[in-house]
């Protein structure tokens, strides 16, 4: 006979202190119910329950069972529940937060072909530059650019953001292309609060011998959005260090020219982080695999149309 259902028999009689209510629950005969009991005690070689017309009890030995058959039942069901979810639309709700520059550049957009993707999937994202306690706000996770993640939440990283300077058409007539990072000191460059005066140059080549350069540049302009960086960049205003995302359709347009192809800018890594590794809802893996995978689609591109 099927263990399975002599084990869920044996269960639902103790839960339920009656053979004929175990039956009538699981949609079977007193009859069959006993059997099933029958074969169980006879597959493990004790007895589990002590029967008569009059009474019924759970054994010495049923007791000591009872919990490792509640645990196997557990196990069974959420086998066939995930492996129903591989056939199922994915449902529910995840609530995001990211800096505003971020959000605006990459993220809303990634979140809409996402959407597109899974569309029974609610999205709820708040787009700030003031770092939130998650679980105050009811937060699910956050997706930040940082190479300084906060000790209390848990990190996964999706991907490496490539930084580049860049500059327009107009400013580079004006003042010339620097040709190298040091050339950068004979230019204005428009910072941002969070990367600051030190640009850290790494070359592409990997070579070992090639050593880091940090050149720390002085700038007239400094501003806490990436946006706002950009528009003052196509202005003219001077040389700024953006993530390379960001300028896509810039440099496509020409309305900026990529700088010092052969380097890359201020490494970051672009992490999603939640309170607590030990429980992630399955739509947290749906999405973060989907941004893993997006993200690393539009590296190879931009690096080989620019790079």
């Not at 069974?76 to 609530?95: D, F, T």
């Not at 460059?189 to 050149?215: E, Y």
């Not at 720390?216 to 953006?242: E, P, Q, R």
């Amino acid at each position: 006979m099927d263990r399975i259902i002599s084990m869920e028999v044996f269960v639902s009689t103790v839960d339920l202190g009656s053979l004929t209510a175990a039956s009538e629950a699981l949609g079977m005969s007193r009859s069959m119910a006993t059997r099933h009991i029958t074969a169980l005690e006879k597959s493990l070689g004790v007895c589990l329950l002590y029967r008569s017309t009059r009474s019924l009890g759970i054994t010495n030995a049923g007791r000591d069972l009872l919990p490792f058959c509640q645990n196997i039942l557990e196990q069974n069901a959420q086998l066939y529940s995930l492996a129903q979810e591989q056939h199922s639309q994915p449902k529910g709700r995840i609530s995001l937060v990211t800096s505003i520059s971020f959000g605006q550049g990459y993220l809303a957009q990634a979140i809409e072909q996402f959407m597109l993707k899974y569309p029974d999937i609610e999205v709820d994202l708040t787009l700030s530059n003031q770092s939130l306690d998650l679980i105050k706000h009811g937060v699910d996770m956050a997706i930040e650019l940082s190479n300084d993640l906060p000790e209390s939440l848990i990190g996964k990283k999706l991907a490496d953001c490539p930084s580049v300077v860049c500059a327009s058409p107009q400013y580079l007539v004006e003042h010339g292309a620097p040709l190298s990072p040091e050339d950068l000191l004979d230019h204005n460059c428009l910072i941002h609060k969070r990367i600051g005066n030190d640009w850290l140059f790494v070359s592409k080549a990997g070579s070992k011998s090639a050593q880091p350069i940090n050149v720390t540049v002085t700038s007239n302009y400094s501003v806490n959005d990436s946006s706002i960086l950009l528009n003052a960049a196509i202005n003219g205003k001077g040389i700024a260090c953006l993530p390379l995302p960001f300028i896509d359709n810039e440099a496509q347009t020409g309305a900026l020219t990529i700088l010092l192809t052969d380097c890359q800018v201020n490494p970051v890594g672009i992490w999603a982080l939640y309170p607590s590794r030990q429980y992630q809802p399955k739509l947290h893996r749906y999405l973060l695999d989907f941004l893993q995978q997006d993200l690393s689609l539009k590296h190879e591109q931009v690096d080989s149309i620019y790079l």
